[in-house]
């Protein structure tokens, strides 16, 4: 299966963007990428996905490279209210279904 | 409001217990999913239902079993012949099967003594 890496930690400041890194080496050409974040005692909420070009929404920005080895989730201001785990995930195909390959994920620490 | 529900939060066994997790949704979803997520590991998936009296298995699917009744329930049994049953269980649901993103619950976490 495809797999993805990310950072263990990261650290922030508040109401500075925020890049959190995803290398994804062995994506095929249908992979999309996900990312999750889980809030302490949540459970993951869906931020944002993608598949070749770069996207936005409300929540982050996704940075997708040409190549589409790595991407990169941006929080364009973080706030208090960000510090996570940020899962990077590839949806894969598996037969007749698709199948979500979760990463390690990022522990995001956001200073005051 | 709209929303997945797990229940218990906390819950503490003895070993060779069986013990259901419940999750509720109220979302509309047809597809619901059981995932188990412990330390150092990314979440893994133990059964999903696609729709009512439908489930299949996940990539860790033994020593569990669910069940399907109505749309809106997924509990998932823990049985005694999960050898590793302790972890922190996550229930989602979406639209249908392989489309839209997921929802989850809050989460139970299952320690057994």
């Known amino acids: 299966d495809a797999k993805t890496t990310q950072p263990n930690s990261m650290e922030s400041n508040e109401e500075e963007p925020v890049h959190l890194p995803c290398n994804h080496s062995?994506?095929?050409?249908?992979?999309?990428i996900h990312w999750y974040r889980q809030l302490p005692s949540q459970g993951p909420e869906y931020v944002i996905h993608?598949?070749?070009?770069?996207v936005n929404n409300r929540m982050a920005s996704l940075a997708i490279a040409e190549d589409r080895k790595s991407s990169t989730l941006i929080l364009h201001r973080a706030t208090l209210r960000d510090a996570a785990v940020y899962y990077c995930?590839?949806?894969?195909?598996?037969?007749?279904?698709?199948?979500?390959?979760w990463g390690l994920g990022t522990s995001l620490a956001v200073n005051p | 409001d709209g929303g997945i529900t797990q229940s218990p939060k906390y819950l503490f066994r003895k070993e060779g217990q069986n013990v259901t997790l419940s999750c509720e949704q109220n979302?509309?979803?047809?597809?619901m999913y059981w995932y188990r997520q412990d330390p150092g590991q990314g979440l893994r998936l133990i059964y999903y239902s696609q729709i009512v009296n439908d489930f299949q298995k996940g990539d860790i699917a033994e020593g569990y079993s669910v069940s399907r009744e109505k749309k809106e329930s997924f509990p998932l049994t823990v049985t005694s012949a999960q050898k590793n049953p302790t972890a922190f269980y996550l229930c989602?649901?979406?639209?249908?099967?392989?489309?839209?993103?997921?929802?989850f619950g809050e989460g139970s976490r299952l320690t057994v003594l």
């Open positions: 062995t994506i095929s050409g249908t992979d999309y």
């Open positions: 995930i590839l949806r894969v195909n598996a037969g007749n279904n698709r199948k979500l390959i």
């Open positions: 993608g598949l070749t070009s770069n």
């Open positions: 979302l509309n979803h047809d597809a």
């Open positions: 989602a649901s979406r639209v249908a099967h392989n489309t839209g993103e997921l929802f």
